[in-house]
């Protein structure tokens, strides 16, 4: 017989020692001295189904505990990992805190003017969302605002000139700017929530946080979910520590890169490191989901007749550094610039990062990611081993009944009563 571990092991073994072998051997010998060998045969049939049956399901109790077993002491193996790696660069952090709140400020300059253009549209989801991260850091109420969501497009990369920043922020326009991002739908579910008859619930999501403050959210509001974004699939530039993806350049008939190409626009976007790697569960970063889906191959050229003169291999787009601008192929954005009021940041200059600092951040994302697809491995092992525990006092409570019934038959046979 089996061993399954644990309560597995108990509940299987007190159902297999209600067995008794003698007792279908006594069907069976009466049943064929009385000339019923059909039902002596079904007898057998059934007793020897229903403990192979228990067998196999004992057996899948063991190999699911077996497996929570093994991933839990993995998780426990990266949690220790987490917290080295957390010790690492809280050191390089401690020494390149900045002097003085003077010193702080001028490094942040630029962000804190996004922000302020952000929150110049305070009855926007962008403008409560970021008044209320203002006002409470991190610690709003619900923990899907706080685990889930990244914040909104505008604050998520910079660019290294405020040129770059108002011909990116012209051709997104002010509401995908001012759009939210999150890492999965549940983020995107706990933006906003509705009655039965199908109403939005003012009293929840941001639209009561927005209450909350004074601040009624107003009209509609766009929000990525990065886990349903269609990613960039193809390779990375090598050595890139900002994972710039290697598109193919552009050419013409000739074979020739375009004269005053300067690249493509989802590689000019600079990204935080903590939001290059595994924001969601296929591993993905923000160049490669959102980015890339803002953008795609969006080219950027120095003039408008370096733009023209492409036209022959401009598939998605282009832009050029003195206002030209094509939404597509054969999509030209004619007329004056529109100077929209939300920007990306300029990236400031920082210190010099430690050689091995970029290395260090990326291991510690990927090992958290990893520890966040072991607890789900560790929550479907669970679930099965629920499920097959549940099958297995079922098929138990099968076999006790038919236990009971074949010692009832028993007794009627040896009585010479005939079973009803």
């Known amino acids: 017989m089996f061993q399954p571990s644990n309560h597995s092991q108990d509940a299987s073994s007190s159902a297999l020692m209600q067995v008794d072998p003698k007792e279908t051997t006594i069907v069976v010998r009466d049943e064929m001295q009385n000339g019923r060998f059909p039902q002596a045969q079904t007898i ?46 809280g050191k390089y952090h401690s020494s390149t805190m900045p002097n003085n709140e003077n010193d702080a400020h001028y490094s942040n300059q630029s962000e804190d003017e996004t922000m302020e253009q952000i929150l110049q549209h305070e009855k926007s989801a962008a403008g409560i969302l970021c008044r209320l991260k203002m006002s409470h850091g991190t610690q709003i109420s619900h923990p899907s605002f706080t685990n889930d969501v990244l914040g909104v497009v505008a604050t998520l990369g ?45 009293d929840s999501g941001l639209h009561g946080l927005g209450a909350s403050i004074g601040k009624e959210l107003d009209g509609r509001f766009l929000v990525f979910c990065l886990e349903n974004l269609r990613p960039y699939c193809g390779e990375f530039v090598v050595d890139d520590p900002q994972r710039r993806l290697d598109l193919l350049k552009p050419k013409l008939p000739n074979g020739e890169c375009p004269p005053g190409f300067i690249g493509f626009a989802v590689n000019m976007i600079n990204v935080e490191f903590t ?19 803002l953008f795609s191959r969006l080219q950027v050229y120095r003039t408008r007749e370096d733009m023209v003169l492409a036209l022959p291999c401009i598939s998605d787009g282009a832009i050029s550094l003195d206002g030209g601008m094509m939404k597509g192929t054969g999509i030209f954005s004619l007329g004056n610039r529109n100077n929209v009021d939300v920007r990306f940041p300029k990236l400031s200059v920082t210190s010099t990062l430690p050689d091995n600092y970029i290395d260090t951040e990326k291991q510690l994302k990927e090992t958290k990611w990893k520890r966040e697809k072991m607890l789900e491995d560790i929550k479907r092992e669970q679930a099965l081993l629920d499920a097959a525990k549940q099958s297995f006092e079922r098929k138990k409570e099968e076999f006790v009944k038919f236990l009971a019934q074949s010692s009832a038959y028993a007794s009627q046979m040896q009585t010479g009563l005939t079973p009803r």
């Open 158 to 202: 910079k660019v290294d000139d405020d040129n770059l920043g108002r011909l990116f922020s012209e051709y997104l326009g002010v509401e995908t700017m001012l759009a939210i991002v999150c890492k999965t739908y549940e983020g995107v579910k706990a933006l906003e929530t509705y009655d039965k008859e199908g109403q939005i619930n003012k």
């Open 44 to 89: 057998l049939y059934n007793s020897k189904k229903l403990q192979e049956d228990l067998h196999v399901l004992g057996m899948k109790i063991k190999h699911h505990e077996d497996n929570i077993k093994f991933l839990k002491s993995h998780k426990n193996k990266l949690d220790d990992s987490i917290l080295d790696l957390q010790v690492t660069l």
């Open 275 to 293: 939001n290059l790697f595994y924001l969601t569960g296929s591993g993905y970063g923000l160049r490669e989901t959102l980015f890339y889906n």
